[in-house]
């Protein structure tokens, strides 16, 4: 059974070349983790975002996404860490946290092993609805909309101080979910780019594709451009990324 939402054995091929770490966001990532030397990254899929300066543990239940990793992953789940209480510097889970079936408590199981900063890249549900694909295949983000697990519940759980950051997406993203291609519709147009994007699983095929055709004759038209074709040379999008950082709360509410 998959460890989360979304079949990753069944889905998950392409991702290495299709979901990689790009700098810009890499950035903003890394800077999150401070001066942590000792790094846990849950739910790290094929590695994106694992910084190479540091000392990291990856946990990734799924087989076919440990296989496109470049180092080793301990199996394991976000619920339950197999790591004692304040074992690492820091902990960070990228795109992932939106998946998991109890979220809760892999919130507190990611507060209970850092010492430090917790640090989490994903996405605002509201904020998705904001994006030119709602005008074609609106169900894709109502999908990703009812698994957006809410920023306020996720800073709430995780305590402390916490920080949310918009993170701004570069116009060449080379990490391809689906607000990644906004100066680029066509390549959404695209089965193997849209087979690195959970998002489509959850919207009936039939669905997905009338929605993808009415993107297909807005592009041949001008009709997309007429409207949004500004983004094509546009460095940098403001769209549904974000970045929280919880700082260590204070030692007595650390592991209730």
Same mark, same amino acid.
């Given at each position: 059974?998959?460890?989360?939402?979304?079949?990753?054995?069944? /889905?998950?091929?392409?991702?290495?070349?299709?979901?990689?770490?790009?700098?810009?966001?890499?950035?903003?990532?890394?800077?999150?983790?401070?001066?942590?030397?000792?790094?846990?990254?849950?739910?790290?899929?094929?590695?994106?975002?694992?910084?190479?300066?540091?000392?990291?543990?990856?946990?990734?239940?799924?087989?076919?996404?440990?296989?496109?990793?470049?180092?080793?992953?301990?199996?394991?789940?976000?619920?339950?860490?197999?790591?004692?209480?304040?074992?690492?510097?820091?902990?960070?889970?990228?795109?992932?946290?939106?998946?998991?079936?109890?979220?809760?408590?892999?919130?507190?199981?990611?507060?209970?092993?850092?010492?430090?900063?917790?640090?989490?890249?994903?996405?605002?549900?509201?904020?998705?609805?904001?994006?030119?694909?709602?005008?074609?295949?609106?169900?894709?983000?109502?999908?990703? *909309?009812?698994?957006?697990?809410?920023?306020?519940?996720?800073?709430?759980?995780?305590?402390?101080?916490?920080?949310?950051?918009?993170?701004?997406?570069?116009?060449?993203?080379?990490?391809?979910?689906?607000?990644?291609?906004?100066?680029?519709?066509?390549?959404?147009?695209?089965?193997?780019?849209?087979?690195?994007?959970?998002?489509?699983?959850?919207?009936?095929?039939?669905?997905?594709?009338? /929605?993808?055709?009415?993107?297909?004759?807005?592009?041949?038209?001008?009709?997309?451009?007429?409207?949004?074709? *500004?983004?094509?040379?546009?460095?940098?999008?403001? /769209?549904?990324?974000?970045?929280?950082?919880?700082?260590?709360?204070?030692?007595?509410?650390?592991?209730?």
């Amino acid at each position: 059974m998959p460890a989360g939402d979304f079949d990753y054995e069944a /889905g998950g091929a392409g991702y290495s070349s299709l979901r990689r770490t790009d700098p810009r966001i890499e950035r903003f990532v890394h800077a999150a983790l401070g001066d942590a030397r000792t790094v846990l990254n849950v739910g790290a899929g094929a590695g994106s975002y694992e910084p190479r300066d540091r000392y990291v543990v990856a946990v990734e239940p799924s087989a076919a996404m440990r296989a496109q990793r470049a180092t080793p992953a301990v199996i394991g789940v976000a619920e339950q860490l197999p790591f004692d209480d304040d074992s690492f510097d820091a902990a960070m889970a990228t795109v992932t946290i939106h998946q998991w079936p109890d979220l809760e408590r892999g919130l507190r199981e990611l507060r209970r092993v850092a010492r430090g900063p917790v640090v989490i890249l994903t996405f605002d549900g509201p904020s998705m609805h904001d994006f030119w694909l709602e005008d074609y295949v609106p169900e894709v983000f109502a999908s990703e *909309h009812a698994r957006d697990p809410g920023l306020d519940r996720v800073a709430a759980v995780l305590g402390g101080e916490v920080s949310v950051t918009k993170v701004p997406i570069p116009i060449d993203c080379v990490d391809g979910f689906v607000e990644a291609y906004y100066a680029r519709p066509e390549a959404l147009l695209d089965p193997a780019v849209r087979r690195a994007q959970s998002a489509w699983s959850f919207v009936e095929p039939a669905v997905a594709e009338r /929605g993808l055709e009415r993107l297909r004759a807005a592009l041949e038209s001008g009709e997309w451009d007429a409207r949004h074709g *500004h983004l094509r040379t546009q460095p940098a999008y403001i /769209g549904a990324l974000r970045l929280l950082v919880s700082q260590s709360p204070p030692d007595a509410a650390r592991h209730l």
